[in-house]
Each structure stands twice: as structure tokens, then as C-alpha cells.
């Protein structure tokens, strides 16, 4: 659906939503919330809707080539199998392997006192007809670049996918019988249309004290997590503070 927030017009680009999320009143799909948290909440209880990564990236301002930093939360397939005889006439199949899942790549660069630029590629892809021998991968990607606020949240949209799945149903041994076989069968469509939506939510680091308040929000995310059985205490160890401090000179540079 479109997003907007008050006084905020969404944004089109290269055929994608963008909208900027202010912490006013969010509205997506006609309903109204009154903080980024309280949608999350919502979407979250709702049967239709799937959060597939919920990832934490700490970047330098302004990486150069080779220092762009992203994130994969991927599968490795095996698609396109080859035959392949050898000297011996032993005849095998090679498999080649592909990434399945989300890439997401990001390229911050702080313009101004409180603006930052961000470059955004990113790329969603599944198995349309898994357990085939040679499987197809549908792709959806995105790439474009957009200015927000410190804290404020992007929304990527647009990656949309639909699927249409046919199935027959039919009573053994009556199902096929000419003529009058059609009585003993029946045809279900079903339509799938699914939206894939991003959120990104950049905030600049420039003293420990704003390191701290990162890593608290972060802490506390997973901590709720962990009460509802979703992380585990292994988790919540690697969130340690003192091994963003490590980083912290090469995050305000």
C-alpha cells in the first residue's frame, strides 16, 4: 500500500514507494499508528504479514569501493543440472548453486548537520517451483538513492510478486473416466500477491554516548525477543557494548 506521515508526501522512484517516516502519525493501507513501533506491533500479529530479517548494520561515513558493507540473509540452491559422462562411461550430474533470499547493500553519507545520503541496492529472490529438477528463481531488486534525517525511517516499496497456482482435485478411478469423468473433479485457482516492504532506519554515531543509546534500543529489541522464545541467550551476549567501541573511531570518520 502507499505510506505517508503527517506533512510528508510520499516519494516515487525508479518504479518503487519511498516514503519518510517522521515519527508523526503513520498511515499505511488506510490505518493510522501513531509510532513506527506500534505498526511493527501490528503487522507483526497479523497473519498476512511476515518479518523476514530485522538486521543491525553499523557502517563508516562515506566507504569507498570495496568497503561498502551488506547484508545476506540467503539460501544456496542447486539449480541447472549438467550431464556429465566420464572416460569410464560413468554418468553423473553437476549442479550449479545459486544465493536464494534477501541482498541488501547500503552506502551512507552524512550531508549537512543532520541529513544523510543513503545509496540503497537491493535484491529479493525465491524458488518459484521448488523440488523441480531445474528450478527458477523470480528476482526483485531495487537501486536508488534518497536523503533523510537523522532517526528518520525510509520505506522501500514496490516489490511486488504474484502467483497463481492451479490444483485439481479428483476421485480415484472416477475422475478419469471419459465423459463423464468431469463430475468427479474439481479446479482451484488461487492468487497470491505479495508486497515486499523495507524499512531503514539510519541514525549517526559521532560520540559514545549516541553509541549507547543504539545499543540499548538494540538490547532492549532482543531482550523482548527473548522473552517471547525468539532469540537465544547467545544472541544477547554478542550485543555486548564494548566491541562497538572497538569501531567506534572508524564510525565518525
Known amino acids: 500500500g502507499d505510506a505517508s506521515t503527517g506533512g510528508t508526501a510520499a516519494i516515487t522512484a525508479n518504479s518503487s514507494t519511498i516514503g519518510v517516516l517522521n515519527g508523526n502519525t503513520i498511515s499505511i493501507g488506510g490505518k493510522e499508528f501513531f509510532s513506527f513501533g506500534a505498526f511493527v506491533k501490528a503487522v507483526q500479529n497479523n497473519n498476512d504479514v511476515n518479518v523476514l530479517a530485522n538486521p543491525q548494520l553499523m557502517i563508516i561515513n562515506n566507504p569507498q569501493e570495496g568497503e561498502i558493507p ?8 542447486p539449480v541447472s543440472p549438467k550431464t556429465v559422462t566420464s572416460a569410464s562411461n560413468i554418468t553423473t550430474k553437476e549442479y550449479q548453486y545459486k544465493e536464494v533470499g534477501i ?4 552506502k551512507p553519507q ?29 528476482k526483485r531488486t531495487i537501486k536508488t538513492s534518497v536523503i533523510a534525517e537523522d532517526g ?21 478411478g472416477f475422475g478419469d473416466l471419459p465423459l463423464i469423468g ?45 522473552e517471547l522464545n525468539k532469540v537465544s541467550d547467545q544472541v544477547l551476549e554478542d550485543m555486548g557494548i564494548p566491541e562497538l567501541y572497538n569501531n567506534l573511531d572508524k564510525v565518525t570518520e
Open 182 to 226: 468431469w463430475l468427479f473433479r474439481s479446479k482451484l485457482d488461487q492468487f497470491e500477491k505479495i508486497n515486499l516492504l523495507i524499512f531503514i532506519r539510519p541514525t549517526i554515531i559521532r560520540t559514545k554516548k549516541d553509541l549507547e543509546k543504539v545499543n540499548q534500543r538494540a538490547s532492549a529489541r532482543f531482550k523482548k525477543a527473548k
Open 103 to 106: 541482498k541488501l547493500e547500503i
Open 110 to 138: 552524512i550531508s549537512g548537520e543532520n541529513s544523510i545520503r543513503l545509496d540503497i541496492s537491493q535484491e529479493s529472490s525465491d524458488v518459484v517451483n521448488p523440488g523441480a529438477e531445474a528450478i527458477t528463481i523470480f
Open 70 to 77: 551488506n547484508i545476506n540473509v540467503v539460501s544456496v540452491v
Open 152 to 172: 528518520e525511517i525510509i520505506v522501500l516499496g514496490g516489490l511486488i510478486k504474484e502467483k497463481v497456482a492451479r490444483n485439481q482435485n479428483k476421485i480415484p
